[in-house]
């Protein structure tokens, strides 16, 4: 599997009940909205998905674009946009495919996202065009994880139950089985939705994701490869159920 089948992940019903399902997660709100107070406008998010932490940036006064590969998040974040009467650009795009020039103060990827794009070549060169991206001066913030816990419990062919949701009468319930390359540091994940109404089994979906991990001084050399050569990183479980978390604050100088 090529990792841009990855650009499936988020689509139908994952991307309908994204919100949902996350609901419990509001640390990377609060973080990245203080954070990008502090680093400054204009601020793009890419993968910014239903604009669960877009929205709220907006709320707060702050200018910020989104750029998300999967057109089913985006509906969901426009939608929200329009209802809140809020406005922000969004690309439908990929971030490798991004090509800006010196545009945005501050440029964050949350909740491990980048970690999809999970070919290292190409995620060192979509690297150097967020450095390109960001004004002189401007910051990258991006957060990481390793998925350890979920490496050290699994059984290969083993189905393990992960986040569910409800709403109204419906509910959706998602299973998930892993494997992992530990040559190439990617988990492979197939994840199961079961959609019910009232208990009855409405629906299922299978979708796969792969996820690629880093050392912190493998990210850290990327980065610095990139163009960013000295960064801070900070500890902090910024989502439940990434272990082995670190932020990493790239300056642009
Ligand atoms: C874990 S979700 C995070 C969404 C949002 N930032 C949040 O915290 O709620 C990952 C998002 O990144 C997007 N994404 C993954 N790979 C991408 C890529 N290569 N280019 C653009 N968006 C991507 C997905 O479509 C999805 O919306």
Redesign the pocket.
């Known amino acids: 599997m090529e990792y841009q089948e990855?650009y499936k992940y988020?689509t139908d019903i994952l991307a309908q009940w994204y919100d949902h399902l996350?609901q419990e997660e509001y640390k990377?709100i609060d973080f990245y909205v203080a954070e990008a107070k502090r680093s400054g406008e204009p601020v793009l998010?890419?993968?910014?998905?239903?604009g669960?932490?877009l929205i709220e940036l907006l709320k707060e006064g702050i200018q910020v674009d989104g750029?998300?590969?999967?057109h089913d998040?985006l509906d969901v974040c426009s939608e929200k946009l329009e209802k809140n009467g809020l406005d922000s650009k969004l690309f439908h795009q990929?971030?490798?495919d991004m090509d800006f020039d010196e545009e945005y103060q501050t440029i964050f990827i949350?909740?491990g996202?980048f970690q999809?794009?999970a070919d290292y070549s190409t995620a060192f060169h979509t690297m150097q065009k967020i450095y390109k991206a960001l004004k002189p001066g401007g910051q990258l913030i991006v957060d990481t994880y390793i998925p350890w816990p979920e490496i050290r419990r699994t059984n290969e062919g083993t189905w393990y139950l992960g986040r569910s949701a409800e709403l109204d009468d419906q509910k959706l319930v998602i299973n998930y089985s892993l494997s992992f390359d530990f040559m190439n540091q990617l988990q492979f994940g197939t994840y199961r939705y079961d959609l019910y109404k009232s208990d009855r089994l409405l629906e299922t979906q299978l979708t796969q994701l792969i996820v690629k991990w880093y050392g912190r001084e493998e990210f850290r050399r990327m980065l610095k490869g990139a163009g960013f050569p000295d960064v801070f990183i900070k500890n902090y479980q910024i989502i439940n159920s990434h272990h082995y978390s670190s932020i990493y604050f790239c300056k642009k100088f």
């Open positions: 990855n988020y996350m990377d998010e890419l993968g910014c998905g239903t669960r932490i750029m998300d590969v999967s998040m990929a971030i490798e949350s909740g996202s999809q794009i």
